[in-house]
T-cell receptor, first 112, second 113 residues
């Protein structure tokens, strides 16, 4: 069965500093990897995805993620955090034509 | 263009009652998904439609839950004999094709008293 682990319940970072939100996965075959963000009282929004190709994927709002096959990781990164980035972030994985499995989410708090 | 819409936004019902939750996907999206999200958890897969047919319903917790998509667009999630444990936010998402990113609706918050 496929699975996603987000080891940190919450990540705190000062505004202007780089941020990383961690994600590791387990799946049979080649993975399709996604990051979504959920702002308070709003639906999940797609940030970026890895299907194939370059290991560094760029997405919305200046976010990027690095696919590491050997470590089965897909960490979300941003060079300079904004207070408005504070939200709940979900990593998700799909193997082949299977359903998408989401992690439990990581709360990002950017401190002014 | 319009995103995924869900109605109602909130539904309060009594234990044992029947409820229907509606999802209007983005026009032209062939794939439609239902998830359930409890507090402090990620979305939990329920069922996936490709066109009118349920391609994967392995996430439905039991036979009280059923979903339809008769014309390949709007979908309805039906819950019979609701239980307090069914209380959660029910999310709908659609994608152009099954392997694409999903676009989520705002969800329906179901409360079973």
């Amino acid at each position: 069965a496929q699975s996603v682990a987000q080891p940190e319940d919450q990540v705190n970072v000062a505004e202007g500093n780089p941020l990383t939100v961690k994600c590791t996965y387990s799946v049979s075959g080649n993975p399709y990897l996604f990051w979504y963000v959920q702002y308070p009282n709003r639906g999940l929004q797609f940030l970026l995805k890895y299907i194939t190709g370059d290991n560094l994927v760029k997405g919305s709002y200046g976010f990027e993620a690095e696919f590491n096959k050997s470590q089965t990781s897909f960490h979300l990164k941003k060079p300079s955090a904004l207070v408005s980035d504070s939200a709940l972030y979900f990593c998700a994985v799909r193997g082949g034509y299977q359903k998408v499995t989401f992690g439990i989410g990581t709360k990002l708090q950017v401190i002014p | 263009g319009a995103g995924v819409s869900q109605t109602p936004s909130n539904k309060v019902t009594e234990k044992g009652k029947y409820v229907e939750l509606r999802c209007d996907p983005i026009s032209g999206h062939t794939a439609l998904y239902w998830y359930r999200q409890s507090l402090g958890q990620g979305p939990e897969f329920l069922i996936y439609f490709q066109g009118t047919g349920a391609a994967d319903d392995s996430g439905l917790p039991n036979d009280r839950f059923f979903a339809v998509r008769p014309e390949g667009s709007v979908s309805t999630l039906k819950i019979q004999r609701t239980e307090r444990g069914d209380s959660a936010v029910y999310l709908c998402a659609s994608s152009l094709k099954q392997q694409d990113e999903q676009f989520f609706g705002p969800g329906t918050r179901l409360t079973v008293l």
